[in-house]
Structure formats: C-alpha cells, structure tokens
C-alpha cells in the first residue's frame, strides 16, 4: 500500500518501519520537460494551424513555468490548463491569477509554516533568508554564508561543508529549488521558489528588498538599482555585514554609481564591518582608494564586471579569505597579492592569462586551497611553489608549452 500525503507527521505515523519518500522539487529543465509533455496536445494543435511561432511563446511560458517552483502538481495543472485553452499569452495569465490566489500560493504558505520554525540549525534560517536577497539563481551561496560568518567550523566539518549540508537539508525540505548538480551529485546553483520567496517576505512585513530590515536580515544590504527605496536604504545609516548589488545595465553610470556609494559609506564609517562585498556584474565598478579601510572584509567578489585593473587597495584587505576575479579582463595580479596571508580562495580571470606575481608567503603555504585560473607562462616561478601549498584542495592551470618546455608537463603530474 502506498500513502501520499502533503503532512510528514501523517506520513510518519502510518507506519513506523516504512521509509518515507520526499518528491523533490523539479529542476528547471525537468520543469520545462513536463510541460511540454503534459500540453504535447496543445502544442501539436498549434504547430498545424501555425497561427503562431511557438518561439514567440516559448520565452514568456518557461517565465510562467518558473513561477511553479518547481512542484510538479503545479506544473501538471498549468499543463492541463493550457491544454484546455489553447497556447495563448491570456491562457498563461489567467493560470498565474490562479497560482496567486488559489491553492498553489497555500501550498508554498504550508512549506513555510510547517518548516519555517523547525529547522535543525538557527544559522540555517538565517541563510533561508539569504536567498531572499538574490533576484537570480543563486550559485555562490557557500562562499557568501561562510564569508559572513552564517556558518562556522566545527570538529567535524569545514565551514563549507556545513554550509553544503545546508543547501542539502533546504532541498530536502523543497525550501530552494535546484537549477543545476555537479558531476558528483551536490548541488552547483539553485533558487528560492518564487512563490515562497514572497511568502517569506509577506510573513516577514519586508516588500521592498533594498529596505534595511530589523529582523533577519538586519545586517545585509542588497542593493537593487531598479528599486525606488534604495537611496532611503542608504539614508538609514545601518551597519551592514553584507553589502550586495544588482545592476546588468551597461554603460558607465552602473560603476560610477556604486563607487560613490562605496565611498560615501566608508567615510561615513557605515561599512566598516562589512564582510562580504559583491559587485557581481556591475560594470566596472570604481572602487574607492578608501576601500582599503574595510578591516573586516572576508569575501571580495568582482566577477563578470570585466575590470582592466586589479585595484592596489585591494592587496591591503588582511582579512580577506575569498577574492573572485573571473571574467573580468585583469591580465596581471601583482605579487603584493600574497600579502593577504588569510587568503583561501582566490579565482582568476583564466581567459585573459593572467600572470600571477611572486610566490605564496607567510600563512598562505597553510591557508590558501583554492587556486583557479593560473596562466603558466615557460618555466613560471609560482610553479615550484605549488607543492609547498599544503592545504590545497582545488587547483586550475592553464599554459601554453613549447618544445622545450615539455618537461614542465612532468613536473605539473
């Protein structure tokens, strides 16, 4: 006999020996893969009266298709529906109305209730709340929770295990949804459900994600460009462990923007706690000479925002543990770099070969066990170093060899 049940408690008790199994939230392209085949009917009507370019609706369906989160009773019924209605922009709204009012949006309430206060680790709400600070798919999570000090180191695990023991305990739950697995079965990116992103938000009095908050997030700043509260936000004076900003247009004023809040924030000494910084796509940013008085940043990222220059302020951060610097278009990472002797993870912008300076100094022979993207040019002076580094765990080379070189590809083995 098989029993299905909404309720853990109910499915718990039906019979103490039996092994209960949790549906796990779809990813997003076995969401996409179920539509399809629960509407086939309807998309091979509309492909013979070829009234309409499937490719027009394709984009705004997969939006409808993300806003189920991932619950496959969800995905069944807009499949259905839309079977019943016909592939029409009208026929998606109207299912969405239904997923804002109707029982769908309880689901997400019931998830929430009957998880929100019984998680195994308080530290684990407080990264919940974290996701709901990302408008994207959020891939960087560990780092993030960890560089803010959400997880801590125990005996028997790193904090990055801790953290990773997370996400999987919130998947578990159907809390995030997974976007995408790494080659050993853990998670790489995933999501908050949309929906339950705004029940969190609605039972937590917060609307607006650029306000400073007073409860859980009351330390975090994520600041949204397109978000009308963000210069109150920036007016309320809080003291923020975690500053964050969101903003893909292109063009100058981005870089410009944030340089002056950065620089406004510092000399007010509002970010002097600051832990984690991440200016993920902001186009070249202009950070401040004065970023170097941030004393406690832990975690630096400026991926994706294709600076041309490592700024020199950055080799004064001490305390820094994690520095991200892919694709951006830095082709030289001075030797003052090693001078961050708390370093464990630093990422380089491989595509753009940058030569990596000097050799790893002081603590950074015991600290550092992430090296990504190193550009190994001839007989490289870092080369003889990298077995000194005694806490390495992942390492990324990339060179270029030619014929009398060859004996470095043995020295690499």
């Known amino acids: 006999m098989v029993v299905t049940t909404c309720f853990k408690d109910v499915a718990s008790r039906v019979n103490s020996s039996s092994t209960?199994?949790?549906?796990?939230?779809?990813?997003?392209?076995?969401?996409?893969?179920?539509?399809?085949?629960?509407?086939?009917?309807?998309?091979?009507?509309?492909?013979?009266?070829?009234?309409?370019?499937?490719?027009?609706?394709?984009?705004?369906?997969?939006?409808?298709?993300?806003?189920?989160?991932?619950?496959?009773?969800?995905i069944l019924y807009l499949g259905f529906a839309i079977s019943a209605k016909g592939i029409a922009q009208k026929s998606f709204l109207w299912v969405l109305e239904q997923f804002n009012h109707g029982r769908y949006k309880t689901h997400w309430l019931t998830t929430w209730k009957n998880n929100g206060e019984t998680l195994s680790d308080d530290n684990m709400m407080s990264c919940l709340y974290y996701l709901t600070n990302f408008p994207l798919d959020s891939r960087r999570l560990v780092n993030l929770w960890v560089g803010e000090g959400l997880v801590q180191q125990n005996n028997e695990k790193t904090p990055e295990e801790t953290a990773e023991s997370y996400l999987e305990e919130l998947r578990d739950r159907n809390m995030i949804q997974v976007v995408a697995l790494k080659s050993d079965g853990k998670i790489k990116t995933c999501c908050l459900p949309s929906m339950l992103r705004e029940v969190i938000l609605q039972n937590s009095n917060r609307k607006n994600h650029s306000?400073?908050?007073?409860?859980?997030?009351?330390?975090?700043?994520?600041?949204?460009?397109?978000?009308?509260?963000?210069?109150?936000?920036?007016?309320?004076?809080?003291?923020?462990?975690?500053?964050?900003?969101?903003?893909?247009?292109?063009?100058?004023?981005?870089?410009?923007?944030?340089?002056?809040?950065?620089?406004s924030g510092i000399a007010s000494e509002q970010f002097?706690?600051?832990?984690?910084?991440?200016?993920?796509?902001?186009?070249?940013?202009?950070?401040?000479?004065?970023?170097?008085?941030?004393?406690?940043?832990?975690?630096?990222?400026?991926?994706?925002?294709?600076?041309e220059e490592l700024p020199l302020?950055?080799?004064?951060?001490?305390?820094?543990?994690?520095?991200?610097?892919?694709?951006?278009?830095?082709?030289?990472?001075?030797?003052?770099?090693?001078?961050?002797?708390?370093?464990?993870?630093?990422?380089?912008?491989?595509?753009?070969?940058?030569?990596?300076?000097?050799?790893?100094?002081g603590n950074a022979n015991e600290t550092l066990h992430t090296l990504w993207g190193v550009f190994l040019y001839g007989n490289y002076p870092l080369l003889g170093y990298l077995q000194n580094l005694k806490s390495l765990q992942k390492l990324k080379l990339a060179f270029q060899l030619n014929g009398s070189e060859q004996e470095l590809q043995n020295t690499l083995a």
């Open 20 to 74: 209960l199994h949790r549906i796990p939230l779809l990813t997003k392209e076995e969401s996409w893969a179920l539509f399809q085949k629960v509407a086939a009917n309807a998309i091979e009507k509309q492909k013979s009266k070829k009234k309409l370019k499937l490719q027009e609706m394709e984009t705004f369906a997969k939006k409808v298709v993300g806003k189920c989160g991932g619950w496959p009773l969800a």
């Open 211 to 263: 306000q400073y908050f007073d409860k859980h997030l009351d330390q975090r700043f994520a600041y949204n460009f397109d978000d009308h509260g963000l210069d109150a936000a920036i007016r309320n004076k809080g003291i923020p462990v975690s500053v964050l900003f969101f903003d893909k247009r292109e063009g100058i004023e981005p870089g410009k923007r944030v340089g002056n809040i950065l620089s």
């Open 272 to 307: 002097l706690k600051t832990r984690v910084l991440d200016l993920e796509c902001i186009f070249r940013p202009q950070l401040p000479e004065t970023l170097s008085k941030l004393n406690n940043l832990k975690y630096l990222s400026i991926r994706w925002t294709y600076l």
């Open 313 to 361: 302020c950055i080799c004064k951060l001490l305390e820094l543990e994690t520095l991200d610097l892919k694709h951006t278009c830095i082709n030289y990472i001075p030797s003052s770099i090693w001078k961050l002797k708390k370093l464990k993870k630093l990422y380089l912008p491989q595509n753009f070969r940058s030569k990596l300076e000097g050799k790893p100094r």
